[in-house]
């Protein structure tokens, strides 16, 4: 089976063309056309100083029970999506989503890309506010996600023995509209079965603990076992969220 073209059951994948680097990363060109572009507001600045305390892979305080992960997840198990197959390359990745766009289900398209390919609109992480089915029956998460009062574009993502992301940045500049949270599930997260790659190192995962990431710096991911699961979790960056993340970190 060719997995650049197919998933695993046969069905053509939705293949989405290689990124243009070049475009992504044209921070300068953007401002060019735009001044007010990247001008951030002084509720930017101060969430991002403020952030700027914590490590660049916090962990928060809490362990989500994976037994009970596995008895909520399993009525989802055919549910799985190919997570943003790109022309040419092989990359086993699945996904789930738990807050999507109105009238989403957890098999709809959730990698921004493809998201912005099947609206034909420029969508931001916080445009994603509708929670779906699957949010609501992964009770063993709430102890994170239910801090906040609505959240971004927030989905499983299940990283099979050889899937990867290459080495990129989401949304470096200040004025990003969200911050990230990731939960790392199950006994395939620690770092002799999956690797998270940022400042020089792979982060020592400690499995089913949520950390704060960075994810503006530079990271790159790899698996090398079968049924890596983690939850990304885009929290709106308000001054009232980054408190409430400052609050639920491990070690004060
Ligand atoms: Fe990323």
């Not at 475009?23 to 600045?45: A, C, M, V």
């Not at 040419?88 to 709809?108: K, M, Y």
């Not at 574009?153 to 940045?169: D, E």
């Not at 690797?195 to 400690?206: C, E, S, V």
Request: charged share 30%; net charge neutral.
């Amino acid at each position: 089976m060719d997995l650049k073209k197919y998933d695993k059951s046969g069905k053509s994948l939705n293949i989405m063309p290689l990124a243009n680097k070049n475009k992504q990363r044209d921070y300068h060109g953007k401002w060019l056309e735009d001044n007010s572009r990247f001008e951030p507001t002084p509720e930017d600045i101060k969430c991002e100083l403020q952030l700027s305390a914590l490590s660049v892979f916090e962990p928060l305080d809490g362990i989500i029970s994976y037994r009970q992960f596995e008895k909520e997840i399993a009525k989802w198990e055919n549910a799985w999506v190919p997570y943003l197959r790109r022309e040419g390359i092989s990359n086993d990745r699945d996904g789930l989503l738990l807050v999507g766009l109105e009238g989403d289900t957890p098999s709809d398209s959730l990698s921004m890309p493809e998201a912005r390919k099947r609206t034909g609109k420029k969508l931001k992480e916080t445009d994603f506010t509708y929670k779906t089915e699957l949010y609501y029956d992964l009770k063993c998460l709430h102890p994170i996600l239910e801090n906040f009062d609505t959240l971004g574009r927030t989905m499983l993502v299940k990283v099979n023995q050889g899937g990867w992301f290459p080495p990129h940045k989401d949304s470096p500049m200040l004025t990003r509209d969200s911050i990230r949270i990731v939960i790392f599930l199950g006994p395939n997260t620690d770092v002799e079965s999956y690797q998270w790659h940022m400042d020089g190192k792979a982060w020592p995962i400690a499995p089913n603990r949520a950390y704060y990431v960075d994810t503006r710096k530079t990271h790159r991911t790899n698996s090398w076992t079968d049924g890596s699961i983690h939850c990304v979790v885009n929290v709106p960056k308000t001054w009232e969220n980054v408190l409430k993340i400052m609050s639920m970190t491990k070690d004060f």
